[in-house]
């Protein structure tokens, strides 16, 4: 597959997949999770389909990256939501960022390859 091919496949189907997760989750409550919600799954999605068809044992590496990065986001969502109320909104995502980064790596190094 051509590398211009490759990049209008991900821009189109990228733009889909987070056009129809947003519109789902604006059904949720509260609605500021309408973004994160979209965002994350749709890139990743798209990304593991076309490493899919490019590189397909590639697969199983981005998957667990993945989910590496996704236990992280969860962490940081939790830091910072719990740190928000009683920091600066700004030193509460430093810290959820930091989060973020200290779970994933631990779980990298602590996971089986």
């Known amino acids: 597959m051509s590398p211009w091919l490759l990049l209008v496949a991900k821009v189109v189907v990228a733009g889909v ?3 129809l997760l947003a519109h ?3 059904a949720l409550k509260p609605k500021m999770f309408a973004g994160l919600l979209s965002g994350a799954p749709s890139v990743a999605t798209v990304s593991l389909l076309l490493t ?3 590189k397909p044992r590639e697969v199983p ?3 667990r990256g993945m989910i590496l990065g996704a236990a992280g986001l969860v962490a940081c969502c939790v830091a910072a939501s719990l740190l928000v109320p009683k920091l600066h909104a700004m030193a ?3 810290v959820g ?3 973020w980064g200290i779970v994933t790596f631990a779980l990298f190094l602590l996971l089986p390859r």
Do not use: D, K, N
């Open 92 to 94: 509460a995502t430093a």
């Open 97 to 99: 960022w930091v989060s």
């Open 61 to 63: 590496i981005s998957g």
């Open 52 to 54: 899919g068809l490019q």
């Open 17 to 19: 997949f987070v056009a």
């Open 24 to 26: 789902l989750s604006s």
